[in-house]
């Protein structure tokens, strides 16, 4: 079946250390997003891929970066830089003219 | 830049009833696509309807349905016989055609409107 696969699904991160948050789709998109979202929150843009090796900054990348080396992947690593990292973390793809497609997210906890 | 209001952050509904969710948005586009996302519990991300805006018609998914007002920029949902898995976090959201080019596929979210049902 095709689907976007986020893992893991909590994510624990001690002080001062960088995590990698994985996200694969097997839909044969080009665009994936990777989203924010804090309690009582919307959801606020990271960062976004609409092609292969190449990603833009979304409205809140300080403390994040992201690598796009195949259409299938889109990883997101929260380094140390990011000082307020505990949040759900929610990966999208997108078809030409289609809805978003949304993983089932991380939750990160910084401990 | 689009954005997306939902100016009730929480709603509540007995079962079987019907309520209404708002939702409105700014744009300076003619042609966009519009949707709605449901968030239970376990935090998925389901969409419920989407609706282009080229079309009149408002779109229905089988208790769902959507009034959508182009030119006052305004797409409610409606939820008919409401059930109690219907409570959920509901997000409104904005995208452009792949055809705009850059930032086309973004997705522009208002901030949720939380919904209780009632037993």
């Known amino acids: 079946d095709g689907g976007i696969t986020q893992s893991p699904k909590y994510l624990f991160r001690k002080e001062g250390q960088n995590v990698t948050l994985s996200c694969e789709q097997n839909?044969?998109?080009?665009?994936m997003y990777w989203y924010r979202q804090d309690p009582g929150q919307g959801l606020r843009l990271i960062y976004y891929?609409?092609?292969?090796?190449?990603?833009q900054k979304g409205d809140i990348a300080e403390g994040y970066s992201v690598s796009r080396e195949k259409k299938e992947s889109f990883p997101l690593t929260v380094t140390s830089a990011q000082k307020n990292p505990t949040a759900f973390y929610l990966c999208?793809?997108?078809?030409?003219?289609?809805?978003?497609?949304f993983g089932q997210g991380t939750r990160l906890t910084v401990v | 830049a689009q954005t997306v209001t939902q100016s009730q952050p929480e709603m509540s509904v007995q079962e079987a009833e019907t309520v209404t969710l708002s939702c409105t948005y700014d744009?300076?586009?003619?042609?966009?696509?519009l949707f709605w996302y449901k968030q239970p519990p376990s935090r998925q991300m389901i969409l419920v309807i989407r609706?282009?805006?080229?079309?009149?018609q408002n779109a229905t998914e089988n208790r769902f349905s959507v009034n959508f007002q182009k030119a006052a920029k305004s797409f409610s949902l409606k939820i008919s016989d409401s059930q109690l898995g219907d409570a959920a976090m509901y997000f409104c959201?904005?995208?452009?055609?792949?055809?705009?080019?850059?930032?086309?596929?973004?997705?522009?979210f208002g901030k949720g409107t939380k919904l209780s049902v009632i037993p």
């Open positions: 891929s609409q092609i292969v090796n190449d990603f």
């Open positions: 744009t300076s586009e003619s042609d966009y696509y």
């Open positions: 839909l044969n998109h080009d665009a």
């Open positions: 959201a904005y995208r452009l055609p792949s055809y705009s080019g850059a930032g086309s596929y973004q997705l522009t």
């Open positions: 999208a793809s997108f078809g030409v003219n289609t809805e978003a497609f």
């Open positions: 609706q282009e805006a080229y079309k009149q």
